[in-house]
């Protein structure tokens, strides 16, 4: 069955940095588009980044474009999201997705 499991959130200062991963199995990672949402404390999920299955197109949220990198290891089955001047509302949970199918998340808290 489908596994995305994600890593690399933490506690960061605003205009710090993070990358996040997500490791896939259980399909041909290779053959899929990806996505990275968010979910802040007591918000719906807002889409964040999107990537195609080659990784040749990416696509970002007005609120990250600039600051947030999408990118994948297709021989790691690794979805990635390097994240850079990190604000005060980038604060929430990170799933990585496919298909409306989502990992546990990683927590992604900044402050000072």
């Known amino acids: 069955q489908v596994q995305l499991v994600e890593s690399g959130g933490g506690l960061v200062q605003p205009g710090g940095s993070l990358t996040l991963s997500c490791v896939a199995s259980?399909?041909?990672?290779?053959?899929?588009?990806m996505r990275w949402v968010r979910q802040a404390p007591g918000k719906g999920l807002d889409w964040v980044s999107s990537?195609?299955?080659?990784?040749?197109?990416?696509y970002y949220a007005s609120s990250v474009k600039g600051r947030f990198t999408i990118s994948r290891d297709n021989a790691k089955n690794t979805l990635y999201l390097q994240m850079n001047g990190l604000r005060s509302d980038d604060t929430a949970v990170y799933y990585c997705?496919?298909?409306?199918?989502r990992g546990q998340g990683t927590q992604v808290t900044v402050s000072s």
């Open positions: 997705e496919k298909d409306n199918i």
């Open positions: 259980g399909f041909t990672f290779s053959m899929y588009d």
């Open positions: 990537i195609s299955d080659d990784g040749t197109k990416k």
